[in-house]
């Protein structure tokens, strides 16, 4: 098995609390409204924290039918969250499991930088080709930029 990683950040003019909050903590309800092709994320072991699996499902026709990430670390004070992708479609042959390890870090302007360290654990020797990381950072972009402007939208959500 190897491990691949890739670092990526992003900005944004939303507070670090407020991104953490809807990405990390209420992710299970907010995802599900402002992306049409999830259908609900399930708790399916432990409490929601730490240790937890959570189950998202996507509606039917698409290409992925659900993905398992387990939880490992949700930390609301220093705004951190790891956790990995452990089963799913986009998974195949070729990878184990995806480790996704992700700041919220306050910017001067008010907003913060994202920053995201992302470990794909390939099966054999394997290895994964940049263009297939990018694919995953694109679905990674659209979910941030939906919750992002859902945000501004809405200035007084998850203050």
């Given amino acids: 098995m190897g491990v691949n990683t890739y670092s990526d950040d992003v900005s944004t003019t939303v507070a670090p609390t407020r991104l953490f909050k809807a990405l990390?903590?209420?992710?299970?309800?907010?995802?599900?409204?402002?992306m049409p092709h999830v259908k609900n994320i399930e708790i399916v072991e432990g409490d929601g924290g730490a240790?937890?699996?959570?189950?998202?499902n996507f509606v039917e026709g698409g290409p992925i039918k659900y993905l398992k990430h387990?939880?490992?670390?949700?930390?609301?004070?220093?705004?951190?969250t790891k956790y990995?992708?452990?089963?799913?479609?986009?998974?195949?042959?070729?990878?184990?499991?995806?480790?996704?390890?992700?700041?919220?870090?306050?910017?001067?302007?008010?907003?913060?930088?994202?920053?995201?360290?992302?470990?794909?654990?390939?099966?054999g020797d394997y290895v994964l080709k940049e263009e297939?990381?990018?694919?995953?950072?694109?679905?990674?972009?659209?979910?941030?930029?939906?919750?992002?402007a859902y945000l501004l939208a809405n200035p007084s959500v998850y203050t």
């Fill in 70 to 80: 387990k939880l490992h670390v949700i930390d609301d004070k220093n705004l951190v």
């Fill in 51 to 56: 240790g937890s699996i959570k189950k998202m």
């Fill in 84 to 123: 990995s992708l452990i089963e799913g479609d986009v998974l195949g042959d070729k990878l184990e499991s995806v480790t996704y390890a992700i700041k919220f870090e306050a910017s001067g302007n008010g907003g913060c930088v994202c920053k995201t360290l992302t470990e794909y654990h390939t099966k």
């Fill in 132 to 148: 297939e990381h990018n694919e995953g950072k694109k679905q990674a972009m659209d979910l941030f930029k939906a919750v992002e």
């Fill in 24 to 34: 990390v903590v209420d992710a299970d309800n907010i995802i599900p409204k402002l």
